[in-house]
């Protein structure tokens, strides 16, 4: 293995553990993504990668978990947390202003495979759906016993596309626009006051979400206010304003 590879990536043996620990669990056997050539991708540019597992071909429709040196040593990151069955390739974007390199054998994510049938969860006493981290999808009880039952078929069908773990979030494709204003000077205005106590709270939220790909830092003049708002029931909300 060639020492400035290693230098700039790590290990194969580090790489794959740091991406299993948080996501191995009984209910899932753990596969690797695997970088099938070499391949250079120019700055902001989007590049197919020819990926192998060394479970085989995949043949249904799974979630990858791109590994943390992704994109905080290669400033790479996936185009979509889904890689669907039968396909050999998966789209990386280089978001970064420098050329970099997926070498051969390097591990992208690791994927899943559940060894239950089922995505979802359903509470045979209280008939509730819930998802992986036990939280109720609510379906509205206005709706007949057939629109109920067409609710959840869609539910159950599309169940990767929701989720009530902030960190399983992914960045939304929007094209880039220009936005035209009376004045390109900023208007400074003082800071929301919060207490300790919720600075410290929203700093590692900010953090996690950083560090999980969802948002990235910025030396834009214009910033938008960030607040946690308690819920009525149990836990809090962490929303953002733009004006």
């Known amino acids: 293995m060639d020492k400035s590879w290693v230098e700039h990536n790590g290990t194969l043996e580090a790489i794959y553990k740091s ?7 009984r209910e899932y056997i753990i596969d690797k993504i695997i970088g099938k050539e070499d391949t250079v991708i120019p700055p902001k540019t989007i590049a197919n990668i020819k990926f192998k597992t060394y479970m085989g071909t995949i043949n249904k429709q799974l979630t990858i978990h ?3 040196r992704l994109s905080q040593n290669q400033y790479l990151k996936l185009e979509k947390n889904i890689v669907d069955k039968n396909i050999e390739e998966i789209q990386v974007y280089n978001f970064s202003n420098l050329y970099t390199r997926i070498y051969e ?3 992208i994510g690791t994927i899943e495979y559940k060894k ?6 359903i509470n045979e006493t209280s008939k509730d759906i819930t998802d992986r981290q036990g939280t109720v999808i609510k379906i509205s009880n206005d709706l007949t ?15 990767y596309l929701f989720t009530s773990e902030q960190l399983e979030l992914n960045c939304a494709k929007v094209e880039e626009c220009e936005v035209n204003l009376d004045s390109k000077d900023t208007v400074f205005q003082a800071p929301y006051r919060v207490s300790p106590k919720q600075r410290e709270k929203l700093k590692n939220i900010i953090d996690e979400m950083t560090r999980a790909d969802i948002i990235e830092p910025s030396k834009s003049s214009y910033a938008a206010p960030v607040f946690i708002i308690p819920k009525k029931q149990k836990g809090e909300s962490f929303l953002s304003g733009f004006y």
Do not use: H, W
Not at 116 to 121: A, E, H
């Open 19 to 25: 991406a299993i620990e948080t996501n191995m669990t």
């Open 66 to 68: 791109p590994v943390d």
């Open 105 to 107: 054998g390097t591990i």
């Open 116 to 121: 239950k049938d089922s995505l979802l969860i």
């Open 145 to 159: 016993n057939k629109q109920r039952e067409k609710a959840t078929l869609l539910i159950s069908k599309y169940q």
